[in-house]
């Protein structure tokens, strides 16, 4: 952006954004904020930049908000850090979320709905009035699967300080905490569907990835895994996303930048032939073998590993 079209915005800007009216109010003539060189986020606003995330483009909708309109569902999942089984595109509406009886925003590039009093647990995040986490998980719920819930609230309760994504200001949760929450939501399918996937939540998970892989293999009918397994071994320790100590079989999520960054090539490769060394069985994991295509043929090789190591079927 060219610096003088800088000196154009009205001084009520927030995240380099400001709406038509507040510029007119400024005495900033219409024809300088219809200017090609602004982006157009939103009807009647202008930005300086293109949002490159999902905080930013709340912030370029921020100058709109109006009292009692909060960011939720899947944009306050987003601003809290939870995880989601997409990332965010420029194209992706915008949720708001108000008062039952309440106007509701209809922009372009945003979808709002309301909520009964009781369900409007709100917050301020980095100057962005949102959902709290729970509830803005209840609130995306039609739009998340069973999957999609479970890795959210993996995420909430994790005490991993390597998860990625989350919020510096995201507290660590406990199940209870949760629960509590969920239940003052009171009810209906949501709420459901969260106390289920609350169930199976654990602590102490990486990525949601990880979260992933445990589902995807405790759906297959095998035993659940002891997650962050620390191995002793002559070398140091290594520690396994998923471990089934007792059968020897270990399983390892990964991500792109295992294949990307030649260090942590090497390493994987060190630490993979010390723990055969030692006896273990390791099978790892690839974000295609988590595709839904290709889970039959992944718990398969789990199931046939174990079998090997002794375990079977109950």
């Known amino acids: 952006m060219e610096p003088h079209y800088e000196a154009w915005m009205p001084p009520k800007v927030i995240g380099g954004s400001a709406r038509i009216s507040d510029a007119q109010d400024a005495g900033i ?20 930049t293109r949002a490159t995330t999902a905080h930013e483009r709340a912030l370029q909708y921020r100058s709109k908000l109006k009292r009692e309109q909060w960011f939720g569902g899947i944009t306050a999942m987003r601003l809290w850090g ?3 089984p997409r990332p965010w595109r420029l194209d992706e509406l ?3 979320v108000v008062p039952s009886g309440a106007y509701r925003p209809r922009s372009r590039g945003v979808q709002a709905s309301s909520l009964i009093p009781s369900r409007l647990a709100v917050t301020v995040l980095d100057d962005l009035p949102l959902l709290r986490p729970v509830q803005a998980v209840l609130h995306a719920a039609d739009e998340l699967s069973n999957e999609d819930l479970l ?11 390597v998860y ?6 995201l507290e660590v949760w406990s199940a209870g905490g949760i629960g509590a929450e969920i239940s003052a939501w009171g009810g209906g399918s949501a709420a459901r569907r969260a106390e289920a ?10 990525s949601q990835q990880e979260t992933r892989l445990r589902h995807v293999l405790v759906e297959g009918g095998l035993p659940e895994p002891v997650l962050q397994h620390i191995v002793t071994l002559p070398g140091g320790t290594r520690v396994l996303d998923v471990a089934w100590p007792q059968y020897g079989v270990g399983g390892e999520y990964e991500g792109d930048h295992h294949r990307s960054d030649s260090v942590q090539w090497h390493s994987d490769i060190s630490r993979e032939r010390s723990l055969t060394l030692a006896g273990w069985t390791m099978l790892r994991v690839t974000k295609r073998d988590l595709r839904p295509e290709h889970r039959g043929a992944l718990q398969r090789e789990f199931w046939r590993a174990l079998s090997r190591g002794g375990w079977t079927p109950s």
């Open 29 to 48: 003539g219409k024809f300088k904020m219809s200017t090609g060189k602004l982006e157009r986020p939103f009807h009647g606003v202008r930005s300086l």
């Open 82 to 84: 939870l995880p989601l």
């Open 94 to 96: 915008t949720r708001l």
């Open 151 to 161: 890795a959210a609230f993996d995420a909430m309760i994790t005490s991993s300080k």
């Open 164 to 169: 990625p994504g989350r919020h510096q200001q």
């Open 197 to 206: 996937a609350l169930g199976l939540a654990r602590p102490d998970v990486d």
